[in-house]
């Protein structure tokens, strides 16, 4: 089973617009189990549609609970505390769940064992059916949360064990921006690492930032530039790169009123508007993608 | 400004990326730095930080940021597994009879394991998981936070650039701090945003962008801090009831649309500020706007 994973480094350059169409397109030909795990802003559910059929809260971090019929105000909690997430109010340790990190140092410090860890539920996995026959599973990260890492890995775990029972050929992962820890989980484990960018300085540079993640762990690259006719010059930067990075250029997606169209309706452009120029590219990229991941 | 009060700090966020954050983070502070304020803008989306590239300012000589990671001396080690035992990230595992063994990519820097060592056995290898550059373009002073590759504490690296910022504004007596935040509403952006006095969500009126925005005003809510909605890219397809709509349930307000504008990529890949190069342009035009609108909001 192949498992391709979608990134972009800069955020914002069409990874889901992208992601959305692929999977639709590959529908069609073989059994997939689509996947979100951009845990902080999960939006592939509002270009693929489907009815939501199970719903799972999941405790992938742990926070620090004071029993307070214990505390006596000391304060060592707070000086301890390398998130500085605890801070005394009045002879009370109060802690700051959105800041703490659950690594319990507090815990420890505490002369009177009046700080306790739990498990707490920091994220939720949606499952959806699509009526074009795959599933998608969304991984949402509770508001000003961590743990977006763990998260991303249990849900892409919990993806495979879809993706068996349902015997699929493939697992498409559309990833979170950025090159830190959700980026690095999502991108852990994959075949295929898939990088989507724009021809402009910023996405350029970030685009480097999570090859090297992907180079580290060892997925095989592919490029689409997404609004490649942006600006020809780092257009051609970026193409260069690829080749002389390995990295399959998968092809460009030229700019057209038809994606933001088709997003408005809520529905990937290949199937909103199969004729449009961003379609036809995208088709062609699909083939390209077929062939390098020999499926 | 009273200066005495300290540094008013501005937050740029948004939810989703790539809605111009750093577009406008970059150009508000050259635009207040034009007007005679003294500026620090910041960098914290530390994972892709773009700041930088977008004033064509270098990333030279960085200082190290560093955390704590754990190194066993193996003279003093007693192979006790109190270490392991008190790690909850399951980063140390002890073998029997063995020095601990230590998974880098796990641990987050806690120095649990030190403190329970009963025979101090444990050191700090400080670890290098990022930078921290001073720079400064276009009369703006820059403070970018970068974190390394393949490292995961973006927060070590966000809570040193606020608090270099905080130590600057003492010497430089700023009027304003900008600070731009990755995307999404995860720790790192809770961390960028908290202590800020005005937090700015950048959106387009896209569905994805509506989505996000419902995600990023709950956190400013829950953080307790004053905020407002900026659309960008505001003639886009979308539905602009709606984001009203969220604007409302979050008590939040609507305070500029900056239109499409094909200058904004012109001046991206120019490595200038839209401000400098196209003042008269429609997107520059509504940033001078939300300039003005943000400088009223901060004097109440």
């Given at each position: ?27 069609e030909?073989?059994k ?48 301890n ?13 109060v ?55 763990k ?49 402009t ?20 690259p ?19 790169f ?54 | 400004?009273d200066i ?13 990326g ?17 007007i ?19 004033l064509g ?51 987050l ?117 004053k ?23 979050h ?15 012109q ?16 997107a ?17």
């Amino acid at each position: 089973m192949k498992e391709v994973v979608i990134v972009s480094g800069k955020g914002g350059v069409g990874k889901t617009t992208v992601s959305a169409s692929l999977g639709w397109l590959m529908a069609e030909q073989m059994k997939l189990v689509m996947v979100d795990v951009d845990v902080d802003a999960p939006n592939l559910s509002l270009v693929i549609g489907g009815t939501l059929k199970n719903s799972l809260e999941i405790e992938a971090t742990e926070k620090a609970f004071v029993r307070y019929e214990k505390c006596k105000g000391c304060g060592i909690c707070a000086e301890n505390c390398p998130e500085e997430a605890i801070h005394m109010i009045g002879q009370k340790a109060v802690v700051s769940s959105l800041f703490c990190s659950g690594c319990g140092v507090c815990s420890i410090v505490c002369p009177e064992k009046a700080i306790e860890l739990r498990l707490v539920a920091n994220g939720r996995l949606d499952l959806y059916e699509s009526p074009s026959g795959f599933t998608l599973l969304v991984g949402k990260l509770k508001i000003g949360e961590s743990g977006s890492g763990k998260l991303v890995s249990e849900v892409k775990e919990r993806a495979r064990q879809v993706a068996k029972e349902k015997g699929a050929d493939l697992v498409l992962i559309d990833g979170p921006p950025g090159a830190g820890c959700p980026a690095i989980s999502a991108v852990s484990g994959a075949t295929h690492a898939i990088m989507v960018t724009e021809p402009t300085p910023a996405a350029f540079r970030n685009l480097k930032r999570i090859f090297s993640i992907i180079r580290h762990f060892g997925a095989n690259p592919g490029l689409i530039i997404n609004k490649a006719d942006l600006y020809e010059p780092i257009k051609r930067e970026e193409v260069h790169f690829a080749e002389k990075e390995g990295i399959e250029v998968l092809g460009e997606v030229p700019m057209d009123d038809s994606v933001p169209r088709s997003l408005a309706l809520g529905m990937p452009v290949v199937s909103a508007f199969p004729g449009a120029s961003a379609s036809l590219a995208i088709k062609r990229i699909f083939k390209n993608l077929v062939n390098y991941l020999k499926i | 400004m009273d200066i005495s009060r300290g540094p008013k700090i501005i937050a740029v966020t948004g939810g989703k990326g790539g809605t111009g954050k750093t577009t406008v983070a970059v150009n508000l502070a050259f635009h207040f730095s034009q007007i005679g304020k003294k500026v620090l803008l910041a960098d914290c989306d530390v994972d892709a930080p773009s700041v930088a590239t977008l004033l064509g300012a270098e990333m030279r000589n960085g200082k190290e940021v560093r955390q704590f990671l754990p190194v066993f001396d193996e003279s003093r080690c007693i192979r006790c597994g109190e270490c392991s035992k008190a790690c909850r990230m399951h980063a140390i595992l002890q073998v029997p009879d063995k020095i601990p063994l230590l998974f880098p990519d796990l641990c987050l820097g806690c120095g649990a394991c030190s403190i329970v060592c009963p025979t101090n056995a444990i050191l700090d290898g400080k670890k290098v998981v990022g930078w921290i550059y001073e720079t400064e373009a276009y009369g703006v002073d820059l403070l970018i936070g970068e974190l390394k590759l393949n490292e995961r504490e973006s927060e070590a690296i966000i809570r040193e650039v606020k608090e270099r910022a905080m130590d600057l504004s003492k010497e430089r007596r700023y009027d304003l701090i900008i600070i731009d935040t990755a995307p999404g509403a995860h720790c790192d952006v809770a961390l960028s945003l908290k202590d800020s006095d005005f937090v700015l969500a950048v959106t387009e009126p896209t569905p994805f962008g509506i989505h996000d925005l419902d995600l990023i005003l709950e956190l400013a809510n829950l953080l307790k801090l004053k905020h407002a909605v900026v659309v960008n890219r505001a003639d886009l397809p979308g539905n602009h009831r709606l984001l009203k709509e969220i604007c409302k349930k979050h008590s939040s307000r609507l305070i500029e649309e900056i239109p499409v504008d094909d200058n904004v990529v012109q001046s991206h890949v120019r490595s200038r500020p839209l401000m400098l190069d196209f003042p008269n342009s429609p997107a520059a035009r509504a940033i001078s706007r939300l300039a003005k609108e943000v400088w009223e909001e901060l004097s109440l």
